[in-house]
């Protein structure tokens, strides 16, 4: 590892705790697990020079407005620095680098980041599911009907043709999703399932059944960052910011160059490379596991197996607490919660839990790495983070 | 429900031509003039060199499937009552990939590496969908 000192470091994390926040709007959700982060970091409102938003699903606080200007009014907030950034479900993963890089830069000294919705209270459940799996070309791909789940089902396809993967190996994935929420109080699904169960529940989309696809939840998190030098006075740990990177080659499906290999492979080798380190040196990684066959991809295009080797490593118990490198013990997008926009942001929080060791039986032992990957569109759009243990 | 309940799409500048010929059930994409290559989906210049000089070549509308999938739950209301369809990433000859549907074919049926043609589904009186169907299912 690089030489840590000059660096950013997350200091306070806050999210929702459980799969429903009925009652409460965007705005207010926003608040609340903001105000946690804060509360966390032992700091108050006067200490936060910096706000990153992600925007919000809720047009009354967006439109024509700039959303992380409207929250930090609400709460009380005087940015120096503040930015929505708008990138799709990996922005998570980018707030963090962007929230690091502008106090190395002394641009502001702590920036607090959030992204949460009432995804499922809000509207009805299918409201919420058609919200979430809209998305195609308008004149190239949306007139097929290709819904999301059907996107992934191609490539998950073309990667079962190209190199043998199965069903059942993609299945496997859930398993352990789910066997991780299990530890996981606040977990939506808790109940361990099995291959069997997967491959029998109802196809979504050949070959991609129910328990393939994540689930849809409320909720969110925010989470604190500031310079190393400043984190060291403040009452937790703190989890360094190593290094970050991003990649890019489409943003439909339509224009793809590949459907078996994507640009998590330059946004790993990026943030890797930043951090002085390599895929072994990582303890834990969380993946973007909206779908199955989403998880093996990134195992094999971030270098934790071969290319076509991801569904046998999942297979072999690599991803499950306790294997080679243990992916999400939170339960994942698959089994413990999914808001939306906000989906990936309880990895982010989990990998700094995880790395405080605070993380009671899905704890992952002597953790000190964490690598956090983002995924955006139909695997088009990449962010990655690498934390560890200061 | 009538078909134009679906989406449909909006022709745009780019994409005028490409409607116009799929009305008349030709299949084109655009060529560069400076550096030859062929990209799909239309656009305004090329992805390859950032020429404006885009010609439209006129395909043979035969390839084969690169990935399949049949819905079984269409998550828009508008297509509730063509499920099971079978969407598919065809190969054109020519090497371009496109988005389309497999028609005319049991789910059991398809296959990667399946030879396919084009059909044009006449979805209203200005848009024909280029859809496909197994290459050996052609009237002689």
């Known amino acids: 590892m690089k030489d840590p000192s000059g660096r950013a470091a997350i200091v306070g994390i806050g999210r929702t705790e459980g799969p429903r926040t009925p009652g409460v709007n965007s705005l207010q959700l926003h608040a609340e697990v903001a105000r946690k982060a804060i509360l966390d970091a032992g700091l108050k409102l006067a200490d936060i020079d910096g706000v990153l938003t992600a925007g919000c699903d809720e047009p009354t606080y967006c439109e024509e407005v700039a959303h992380s200007a409207v929250l930090s009014e609400y709460m009380g907030l005087k940015p120096r620095f503040t930015y929505t950034i708008d990138l799709g479900t990996p922005v998570f993963a980018k707030m963090v680098e962007v929230a690091a890089t502008a106090i190395s830069a002394g641009l502001c000294r702590t920036v607090l980041l959030a992204c949460a919705e009432p995804t499922v209270s809000r509207a009805s459940r299918t409201q919420a599911v058609e919200k979430m799996t809209a998305f195609g070309h308008p004149e190239f791909e949306l007139p097929y009907g290709v819904s999301i789940p059907a996107f992934y089902a191609l490539i998950a396809r073309r990667h079962m043709h190209e190199y043998g993967t199965t069903g059942a190996q993609m299945a496997r994935v859930a398993v352990a999703m789910r066997r991780h929420a299990g530890l996981n109080p606040w977990a939506r699904f808790r109940d361990p399932i099995t291959v069997e169960d997967v491959l029998a529940s109802p196809m979504i989309a050949d070959p991609l059944h129910r328990l393939d696809c994540s689930i849809t939840t409320d909720g969110g998190a925010a989470l604190v960052v500031t310079s190393l030098d400043h984190a060291r006075d403040l009452p937790h740990q703190p989890i360094v910011y190593l290094g970050a990177g991003q990649g890019y080659s489409h943003e439909h499906l339509v224009a793809a160059p590949s459907l078996t290999s994507f640009a998590a492979v330059e946004s790993g080798r990026d943030a890797f490379r930043m951090a002085g380190l390599k895929t072994g040196d990582v303890d834990i990684a969380f993946l973007y596991d909206n779908f199955t066959i989403a998880v093996i991809s990134q195992l094999e295009d971030l270098g934790f197996c071969g290319a076509g080797e991801g569904g046998a490593f999942v297979e072999a118990g690599h991803i499950d607490l306790g294997g080679r490198i243990p992916v999400n013990p939170n339960g994942g997008l698959l089994s413990e919660a999914h808001p939306g926009r906000p989906g990936g942001i309880f990895h982010l929080t989990e990998a700094v839990a995880q790395l405080r060791g605070a993380c009671g039986e899905r704890q992952v032992r002597d953790a000190e790495t964490a690598l956090v990957h983002g995924v955006g569109g139909i695997m088009s759009n990449h962010a990655t983070v690498i934390l560890a243990r200061a | ?140």
């Open chain 2, 1 to 140: 429900m009538s078909a134009t309940d679906r989406p449909l799409p909006t022709p745009t500048g780019d994409s005028e031509a490409f409607w116009r010929a799929c009305k008349k059930e030709m299949l084109t994409a655009q060529r560069c003039a400076d550096c030859g290559r062929l990209q799909f989906y239309p656009r305004r210049y090329c992805t390859s060199c950032l020429s404006e000089r885009l010609e439209w070549s006129t395909l043979s509308g035969r390839g084969k499937v690169y990935s399949h999938s049949t819905v079984f739950r269409a998550l828009s209301p508008a297509f509730q009552k063509d499920i099971p369809y079978i969407v598919a990433v065809v190969e054109l000859a020519e090497g371009l990939r496109m988005m389309t549907q497999i028609v005319e074919c049991a789910p059991e049926a398809v296959f990667v590496g399946m030879p396919v043609e084009v059909t044009f589904d006449h979805v209203s009186d200005e848009i024909a969908l280029p859809k496909f169907r197994r290459a050996e299912a052609k009237q002689p």
